[in-house]
């Protein structure tokens, strides 16, 4: 069962105790990717994430920029596997591919 709580329901906790904050070096989450990027390309070496998870990313973020131009209503991710942005024109996308 999911629960839902909207913001108002949301209830503030204070905790007591240790807490353990791990130094983390600042850098360019984008950046760092692009660079793994280029490395694997170069180096033959296989990605820590796969171009199914960076289509499912996009996906996601599709998802929530459609939900922004609707005000914010809650929206479906597409799920389906076929899945082609509808400013790609699919004629010319494999026509490239088919030699």
């Known amino acids: 069962m999911l629960v839902r709580l909207s913001h108002s329901e949301f209830r503030f906790e204070i905790r007591d105790g240790d807490i353990?904050?791990?130094?983390?070096e600042p850098a360019e989450p984008l950046k760092n990717?692009?660079?793994?990027f280029l490395n694997c390309v170069t180096s033959g070496e296989r990605p820590i994430s796969s171009g199914v998870e960076?289509?499912?990313?996009?996906k996601v973020l599709e998802t929530v920029n459609r939900s922004i131009e609707?005000?914010?209503i809650q929206m479906e991710v597409e799920s389906h596997s076929d899945y082609i942005h509808s400013n790609?024109?699919?004629?010319?996308?494999?026509a490239g591919a088919v030699r």
């Not at 990717?33 to 793994?36: D, I, L, P």
Request: with cysteine; proline share 4%.
């Open 20 to 24: 353990i904050s791990p130094r983390i």
């Open 33 to 36: 990717q692009c660079r793994h």
């Open 54 to 58: 960076g289509r499912n990313v996009v």
């Open 70 to 72: 609707n005000q914010g």
């Open 88 to 94: 790609v024109n699919v004629f010319k996308a494999t």
